[in-house]
């Protein structure tokens, strides 16, 4: 039965990988196997199948709400040239090369991706490096592994919240560990971006800034992320750099003659529509009033306990709540429209630009929701089948003790895969659930070593990467940046692979 139920899941890497189907492709014929296997071989009558789907239903509701308000906040800014004006006064900062890297690459990536997400960080900034003087190569590599560690708490939270959704655990008992683990190796990433800027040199020169700028910004995503603002926790993080990185770049300012002057006026304009998310976010989640007002307005449905043939069983109770009016899609909706005003006032729109945002929004968001629907459906569908059991079993009984330590690789294999965090988290983190159950080890660790490799390996997955060679100047060249991301990222997940092993066993 490990074999049937493992199918699904190997088709859809077949197809990625080897013949390079995309995810929406890959992931509908994933679900239709996975469809064919539960209702033949684990006894999936017809009524189950139709309460999964309707559960899948719930999650998929879920996570795009997140996914597509995420991106509209990013084109309301981007179109209003906001995004344009915060890249181009960092460097301005410094001359020093290696500080650039930093900030730019390290800093602004970050930030970048807990505001908008999808590949964004590296589109953005590597030609930006481009121009700065960096190599193609190194313009592309530096701000692909420099948000890297943000993208779990990135996007306003989409790939955690699919984590929780996945897996019915909260954000209380999964934001510690996966911001723990994702902070330490944020340390990392400062350094590798230092060396992918100018060798051991650089990293010998700016490592006191990078473990300054990482402690710094590691720390601030980690108290947010425990406190309850996990949905916008990389993008405070990244923040935190961006303002830390000041006094930095004055430390290593280089040749003071190419610094220009930063428009300060316009650099404030361009953060006040993010000043809104922070303002609303900080309101819904520490006013208990206003929290426990929003949180009467929600929806759900409950389901009564399924069996299959073989006599597998899910146990009654609701599916993923929804809170209407809290939920992060409602709040980034309401930071997009306010934040589509302030820039109107400030007379930064083009005639058109509201077509453009609702264009290039819509353009952009609909293939990637088209993989999540059939990958939802999949994972809950392989839950309430029995096969995410019966994979269990399987990895339980081959890997044993050192499962954990394979448990981040499996989650970077994921985002490999599927081509993003969020996909990963939905495809493997339930089995990582079960098989971390029947082991005995501790499943919030085991998760958040899933999200944590995830996030890691999703900047090598081959849609990201053909994306950052676009950008850079490196199109027909994307194997020389795999090579590259490669070593840097395989030496991030091992990082991860051993504070999985130190968890599980304290």
Not at 58 to 78: H, M, Q
Not at 87 to 109: C, E, N, R, V, Y
Not at 352 to 380: D, E, Q
Request: proline fraction near 4%; charge should be positive.
């Amino acid at each position: 039965m490990f074999w049937l139920a493992i199918a699904p899941i190997a088709v859809i890497l077949i197809l990625m990988v080897g013949l390079r189907w995309g995810a929406s492709r890959a992931g509908a014929a994933g679900y239709l196997i996975a469809l064919v296997i539960a209702s033949t071989f684990f006894g999936a009558r017809l009524e189950l199948l139709a309460y999964a789907h309707a559960k899948a239903l719930l999650l998929i509701i879920d996570v795009l709400l997140i996914i597509w308000t995420a991106f509209l906040l990013f084109r309301v800014a981007d179109e209003a040239g906001a995004i344009r004006v915060i890249g181009q006064s960092l460097p301005h900062l410094t001359a020093d090369k290696g500080m650039q890297a930093l900030i730019i690459g390290w800093a602004f990536a970050s930030f970048l991706q807990g505001v908008g997400g999808f590949g964004v960080p590296v589109a953005v900034i590597a030609p930006l490096l481009v121009g700065l003087g960096f190599s193609p190569l190194s313009a592309v590599v530096i701000p692909s592994v420099g948000h890297s560690w943000a993208v779990t708490f990135g996007s306003l939270g989409s790939s955690f919240n699919a984590l929780m959704a996945a897996t019915g655990y909260t954000w209380e008992e999964l934001a510690s560990p996966s911001a723990l683990f994702l902070g330490l190796a944020g340390l990392g990433v400062g350094l590798v971006v230092a060396h992918a800027a100018g060798g051991w040199g650089a990293v010998r020169r700016l490592g006191v800034a990078a473990l300054i700028l990482g402690g710094a910004m590691s720390t601030a995503q980690y108290l947010a992320a425990t406190s309850g603002l996990w949905n916008i926790s990389s993008f405070i993080g990244g923040l935190t750099g961006l303002v830390i990185g000041f006094p930095l770049a004055r430390w290593h300012r280089g040749n003071t003659e190419e610094n220009g002057r930063v428009d300060w006026r316009s650099l404030l304009i361009a953060l006040s529509g993010y000043g809104v998310l922070v303002i609303l976010t900080l309101g819904v989640q520490l006013i208990p009033s206003v929290h426990d007002a929003l949180s009467n307005f929600s929806f759900t449905l409950n389901f009564p306990s399924l069996e299959t043939t073989l006599g597998y069983s899910t146990p009654p109770g609701p599916g993923r709540k929804i809170p209407i009016l809290r939920h992060a899609g409602t709040i980034l909706f309401t930071s997009a429209l306010a934040a589509y005003l302030i820039y109107r006032r400030a007379g930064w729109y083009k005639p058109g630009a509201f077509r453009r945002i609702a264009n290039g929004t819509l353009k952009r968001v609909i293939s990637s929701s088209v993989g999540i629907v059939s990958m939802v459906s999949m994972a809950v569908l392989m839950q309430h089948a029995g096969m995410t059991d019966a994979l269990a079993e399987g990895l339980s009984s081959a890997m044993g003790c050192v499962f954990p330590a394979l448990s981040p690789w499996m989650g970077a294999l994921g985002a490999f895969m599927t081509g993003s965090n969020t996909n990963s988290n939905v495809v493997f983190a339930a089995l990582q659930m079960r098989t971390a159950e029947l082991l005995g080890f501790p499943v919030a660790i085991i998760l958040a070593a899933q999200t944590s490799g995830a996030a890691l390996g999703s900047v090598i997955a081959p849609t990201k990467v053909v994306v950052g060679a676009s950008t850079g100047g490196m199109a027909g060249r994307e194997g020389e940046i795999m090579r590259k991301l490669l070593a840097y990222i395989g030496i991030l997940i091992l990082l991860i692979s051993l504070l999985a092993i130190i968890g599980v066993w304290l």
